[in-house]
């Protein structure tokens, strides 16, 4: 069924924790509904638009390192291309940066 994409443990971490993260803004919504707020954000926002601001930058910032990671193995004469995992903490290090203080 999931044959069509490359399934690693990186990718699937991610799509579960966007998963949970869904799950759980969710029930936060229902049991305490938020107020928005400005932060660093030029804009006013609630949860909802943080953690969706949160994940389009962590795509960037995943994409942004698979499209830059052979270029990296090169500037940095590393032996193999650096791992996913990299990209992966750094998108959800921004991510909580942004919840936090967007």
Known sequence: MFDWMAWTMPVA?????????????????????????????PIETSRGDRVFIGLLGAAYINLVFVGISARLMDWLSLTQEPSVWVSFVCSMLFVLFVLRRG
């Open 13 to 41: 971490i991610f799509f579960i924790g966007i998963a949970l993260m869904l799950f759980s803004l969710t029930v936060w919504e229902i049991k305490s509904p938020s107020v928005t707020r400005k932060g660093f954000l």
